[in-house]
């Protein structure tokens, strides 16, 4: 399939940028509609903007009729509460999808690890057009946690941590790219993601950004990681479990999920 992609992301499938001045907003995530909606770790969403506007954030190949994550439709409720939020995200003028705000609780090294996925960001993207990447805003200052980006989930040598204090932006091909968030908070991280499609209109935006595709990796303790790699392996291990156990005792799945049985789903 050939998509229309931007050459600045070949290299790393993430870009930096500068960060934006969080202070001067007013916290408007905070009287935000959020939705219980479980992505990689305890989450809910407030969607700006969803396939058909209703106050919900299922992936839009997901409603009747299927739509790409492309064109979505404000959510009039929350874009009353969120003007700022709403306006900032139309910047780039580029084509957007999903478009909400996570709420993340606290989690752990090994927890976001486990939590590693790829988003299915190009579900029904018609081919030659623009391939959806996904902005990263941060809203809350959360100095101490980290996006943690892997270009192979097994293997920790291609892992990149980019730390999140208040208005830290990056724009992450999360098809392509292992992510999830190491949050080492007390209260939950508040974050805007937004599907954008690329082309020229992206590209300018981000190039007015000064956008860095490679960037140093937050330190962590090599002896903490691999404590942390061996937890997350252990998780992993007794889902699969779980998972072969279902399928050998068809009473056990009953729409319920047992100890050691998660779901993880795309955001
Ligand atoms: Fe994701």
């Known amino acids: 399939m050939t998509y229309l992609k931007l050459p600045i992301f070949s290299q790393t499938g993430y870009v930096v940028l500068d960060s934006y001045d969080q202070s001067q907003d007013v916290r408007e995530w905070e009287n935000l509609v959020f939705v219980d909606w479980k992505s990689s770790g305890e989450t809910r969403f407030a969607p700006l903007a969803s396939a058909y506007g209703e106050m919900e954030c299922d992936g839009f190949w997901n409603h009747t009729p299927a739509k790409t994550d492309k064109d979505g439709v404000w959510v009039p409720e929350n874009v009353a509460l969120a003007p ?13 999808g999903r478009c909400r705000v996570i ?52 293997d920790p040598a291609t892992e990149t941590r980019i730390a999140l204090p208040a208005g830290a932006q990056v724009v992450i091909d999360t098809q392509r790219l292992y992510h999830a968030v190491w ?11 937004t599907s954008y499609e ?44 779980a998972i072969a156990a279902k399928g050998a005792d068809p009473t056990f799945g009953n729409g319920t999920l047992s100890a050691g049985m998660e779901v993880l789903s795309e955001a």
């Open 84 to 96: 700022r939020l709403t306006e900032r995200v139309q910047e780039p003028g580029a084509n957007i």
């Open 183 to 193: 949050h080492a908070g007390n209260e939950p991280r508040y974050c805007l993601i």
């Open 198 to 241: 690329s082309g020229p209109e992206l590209d300018a935006w981000l190039t007015g950004l000064h956008p860095v595709a490679l960037v140093p990796s937050v330190p962590v303790d090599p002896d903490f990681a691999q404590e942390a790699y061996a937890g997350a392996e252990a998780r992993r291990a007794a889902r699969a479990a």
């Open 103 to 154: 709420e993340l609780q606290p989690n752990t090294y090994a927890d976001a690890i486990y939590n590693l996925h790829r988003d299915d960001n190009n579900r029904l993207n018609p081919e030659g057009t623009g391939w959806i990447v996904r902005a990263f805003c941060n809203l809350t200052d959360n100095r101490d946690s980290v996006m943690i980006l892997r270009e192979d989930k097994d």
